[in-house]
């Protein structure tokens, strides 16, 4: 199991940007990819971004090119750099860490969520 520690949050004007952090502690050996996930009010969670150990990343369609993941391996933490937010970015943030089995993504922790509220 992974411990999962978030940062960061809050509110933000149309616009403008803020930055999350994780910093994950325990079972590190396990993680083969950590990422971001939100939940909005009255919706399901979404994958927001993901990087895996080898780098590689994927964002959802409509936060590219307005936020960027990043890890520190030596540190064992996430970041999610977000810029030019939108009222539609407002949810609960979540770190996630996952590890690969049989193909299938498993997770082996969650954050406590962090809220981001996009609003004039």
């Known amino acids: 199991q992974v411990d999962l520690v978030e940062s960061g949050g809050g509110l933000a004007l149309p616009g403008g940007s803020l930055r999350l952090s994780c910093a994950a502690s325990?079972?590190?050996?396990?993680?083969?990819?950590m990422a971001w996930y939100r939940q909005a009010p009255g919706k399901q969670r979404e994958l927001v971004a993901r990087?895996?150990?080898?780098?590689?990343?994927d964002y959802l369609h409509s936060v590219r090119g307005r936020f960027t993941i990043s890890r520190d391996n030596a540190e064992n933490t996430v970041t999610l750099q977000m810029n030019s937010l939108k009222p539609e970015d407002t949810a609960v943030y979540f770190c996630?860490?996952?590890?690969?089995?049989?193909?299938?993504?498993?997770?082996?922790?969650w954050g406590q969520g962090t809220q981001v509220t996009v609003s004039s």
């Open positions: 325990g079972s590190i050996s396990s993680i083969n990819a």
């Open positions: 990087m895996k150990n080898d780098g590689t990343t």
């Open positions: 996630n860490a996952a590890k690969y089995v049989a193909g299938f993504e498993v997770a082996v922790g």
